[in-house]
């Protein structure tokens, strides 16, 4: 009897000294892009690698996409911790960030970013205004286009009526658009009763709502560079989990990263066939249209940044172009 609990005092002291092994992590994970599609994709192959390497330290408990929360909130839901992680484009979350505006305005690849010192300081604006840490970037490599109903033959958008996001917004009101913002998940509905002429989108996704069915057009050349961002809600990051558990996150976010960044171009290639044989056809801007189309996009997508973070527009600039 005494030597058992002389033995069992021993084991009890023993344990006490051990570093507490970390018990299995979970966390919740949500995306701001329907569940299966392009821009989730990315962020699912994620999870499910976690899931598979981090047996018995993290588990990603994944809520879905906008079905579980409208994807204008997940920066908010991230901000204060309703999730632990969140998929999303920098602008789902401008109200609390403006400068993830200037994210689209890359010309450098995030490889490229986390080597100058550019990931750096935009993971220090997310950790700011955000309460996040700035896990990954997907996306790049991918432009955005216009897409129409209604030809057009030169960089004029007057009387039309476009679907935006910020991401649009700046450009194509400098070319006298009308603009209606909606979520991803209204734009068909939108295109079926005639309120818009056209949307912007990405190259790769419009079959993962259908829309090719009501899309004429699409008008080249894209502009800007796709970023779809992984979001750790920063105590979460910080306090509730450990060296390893942050290690492996990591690792598999920047495998995902550079894998995406990767196959980016081959997939665009792809899409763009796909839209040709459902008939969609281009509108390609040459020459000086297309200087017109390219210069209007860019210049007012970094003006708009400059007036709403006058602060971080130079650093930004720097960050995300290397000039
Ligand atoms: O909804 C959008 O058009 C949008 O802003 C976006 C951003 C990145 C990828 C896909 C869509």
């Known amino acids: ?43 699912e192959a994620f999870i499910k690698k976690v899931n598979e390497e981090g047996k018995g330290l993290v588990r990603i408990n994944y809520i879905g996409g906008p079905k579980a ?31 993830a505006d200037a994210l689209k305005l890359s010309e450098i690849s995030i490889q490229e970013q986390r080597k100058n010192g550019g990931w750096a300081y935009i993971n220090k604006l997310h950790n700011e205004k955000l309460n996040a840490y700035y896990l990954a970037r997907t996306g790049d490599g991918v432009p955005f286009h216009l897409y129409v109903n209604k030809p057009i033959t030169k960089p004029d958008l007057h009387g039309l ?18 603009l209606v913002q909606t979520a991803p998940g209204e734009v068909y509905t939108a295109l079926e009763r005639g309120v818009i002429d056209g949307y912007g989108w990405p190259i790769q996704g419009i079959f993962d709502l259908g829309w090719q069915e009501k899309t004429k057009y699409r008008v080249d050349p894209g502009f800007y560079n796709v970023d779809v961002n ?18 492996l996150l990591q690792r598999i976010a920047l495998e995902i990263e550079a894998a995406n960044g990767a196959d980016n171009a081959k997939i665009n290639a792809e899409e763009r066939k796909r839209q040709a044989d459902a008939g969609i056809k281009t509108i390609a801007f040459e020459g000086k249209d297309r200087q017109v189309w390219l210069d209007t996009a860019r210049d007012a997508g970094w003006a708009y940044i400059k007036e709403v973070a006058p602060q971080q527009v130079d650093e930004l600039r720097k960050a995300l172009t290397g000039r």
Do not use: H
């Open 230 to 247: 992984f979001l750790v809600n920063l105590d979460t990051w910080n306090k509730k989990l450990d060296d390893k558990q942050r290690a």
């Open 69 to 99: 929360m409208p994807p204008f909130e997940v920066g908010n839901a991230v901000k204060n911790g309703i999730v632990d992680i969140g998929n999303a484009t920098g602008a789902f979350y401008t109200n609390l960030m403006p400068a």
């Open 161 to 178: 009526t476009i679907r935006v996001t910020p991401v649009y917004r700046a450009f194509f009101a400098a070319l006298g658009a009308n």
């Open 1 to 43: 009897m005494m030597f058992k609990s002389a033995c069992a005092a021993v084991v009890m002291a023993w344990v006490a000294v051990q570093p507490v092994s970390a018990e299995q992590v979970t966390l919740r994970a949500v995306s701001g892009f329907q569940e299966g599609t392009s821009f989730s994709r990315p962020f």
